[in-house]
């Protein structure tokens, strides 16, 4: 009898459907960030770089070798240089920035939660984001004067429409059901925002910070160019006028390693604030 049963399942096992023997395929997407490979890939970069200057591939006056980019690094450090340009260039960042986010964040919640902003807002930021904000710094200059409010007030306006964009989305992309819940149970304006359209939003809105904080460094360094004595594009430009390229990559790496610090802070702010995810 149990020779039969034996029998019975193995022919059962046969003749099963293709099918059940497939493997499981439906992973998704998640990919992972892996520091090792991050590193290891500048580091390749610089030896080659390296590499190409002590053979004559690469002439140190077009491009010098990471090894003179580092001595001209430390002097700057060391005279104290590189810290008087860096304070600089971090007020006006961080000013300008500050002020353009909270303007736009502001406009951005007024053109996604009410009528009568919509039209006028969409149509406003439509009309001026295209023009390149750099274009626009000679009529900040006549507007505030050559000092620091022309370049805060470059900085806020560059800032100021990517921001109101992501906001915007990140408000329209809210699910309505969620927000007709909030109100059938009779919760007040400012509750529903807080929330429900905040948190919502706020992944739109994150994204739209390292947008933003990009083109406040170009804009920062293009004002500095323009018109500043101290700032890490005053220090790029006067290097580039002097033929000192050291010094002029020396400050294009500082500005690699802010752009990084930045990501790193923003990465922080979004595992802090997007932890309920």
């Given at each position: 009898m149990s020779h039969d049963?034996?029998?019975v399942r193995a022919e059962r096992q046969s003749t099963a459907s293709p099918a059940s023997h497939v493997r499981f395929r439906a992973t998704g997407f998640n990919p992972k960030a892996n520091p090792v490979a991050a590193w290891g890939f500048f580091v390749a970069v610089i030896a080659l770089w390296q590499l190409g200057s002590s053979?004559?591939?690469?002439?140190?006056l077009a491009m010098p070798s990471p090894v003179a980019v580092a001595k001209a690094l430390w002097q700057l450090i060391v005279s104290g240089d590189l810290?008087?340009?860096l304070g600089a260039s971090l007020?006006?960042?961080v000013g300008g920035w500050i002020m353009g986010t909270v303007a736009g964040l502001f406009v951005g919640f007024l053109v996604g939660m009410f009528s009568w902003a919509r039209s006028p807002g969409v149509a406003f930021v439509s009309a001026l984001f295209p023009i390149p904000k750099i274009a626009l710094l000679p009529l900040f200059i006549i507007w505030f004067g050559i000092g620091e409010p022309s370049k805060f007030a470059t900085i806020a306006f560059g800032v100021f429409f990517p921001t109101v964009i992501n906001t915007f989305g990140g408000v329209d992309n809210v699910q309505r059901n969620l927000i007709r819940m909030g109100q059938s149970f009779d919760l007040p304006m400012w509750s529903v925002i807080r929330k429900i359209i905040l948190?919502?939003?706020l992944p739109t809105i994150l994204s739209g910070f390292r947008i933003s904080s990009s083109i406040a460094i170009i804009l920062l360094?293009?004002?500095e160019m323009i018109g500043a004595q101290y700032g890490i594009g005053a220090l790029i430009l006067a290097a580039g006028n002097l033929y000192q390229t050291d010094q002029l990559i020396a400050g294009v790496v500082v500005l690699s390693l802010l752009g990084l610090c930045v990501s790193w802070l923003l990465g922080r702010l979004d595992r802090w604030l997007l932890g309920w995810r």
């Amino acid at each position: 009898m149990s020779h039969d049963i034996s029998e019975v399942r193995a022919e059962r096992q046969s003749t099963a459907s293709p099918a059940s023997h497939v493997r499981f395929r439906a992973t998704g997407f998640n990919p992972k960030a892996n520091p090792v490979a991050a590193w290891g890939f500048f580091v390749a970069v610089i030896a080659l770089w390296q590499l190409g200057s002590s053979t004559g591939v690469i002439s140190e006056l077009a491009m010098p070798s990471p090894v003179a980019v580092a001595k001209a690094l430390w002097q700057l450090i060391v005279s104290g240089d590189l810290w008087l340009h860096l304070g600089a260039s971090l007020q006006r960042l961080v000013g300008g920035w500050i002020m353009g986010t909270v303007a736009g964040l502001f406009v951005g919640f007024l053109v996604g939660m009410f009528s009568w902003a919509r039209s006028p807002g969409v149509a406003f930021v439509s009309a001026l984001f295209p023009i390149p904000k750099i274009a626009l710094l000679p009529l900040f200059i006549i507007w505030f004067g050559i000092g620091e409010p022309s370049k805060f007030a470059t900085i806020a306006f560059g800032v100021f429409f990517p921001t109101v964009i992501n906001t915007f989305g990140g408000v329209d992309n809210v699910q309505r059901n969620l927000i007709r819940m909030g109100q059938s149970f009779d919760l007040p304006m400012w509750s529903v925002i807080r929330k429900i359209i905040l948190p919502g939003a706020l992944p739109t809105i994150l994204s739209g910070f390292r947008i933003s904080s990009s083109i406040a460094i170009i804009l920062l360094i293009a004002a500095e160019m323009i018109g500043a004595q101290y700032g890490i594009g005053a220090l790029i430009l006067a290097a580039g006028n002097l033929y000192q390229t050291d010094q002029l990559i020396a400050g294009v790496v500082v500005l690699s390693l802010l752009g990084l610090c930045v990501s790193w802070l923003l990465g922080r702010l979004d595992r802090w604030l997007l932890g309920w995810r």
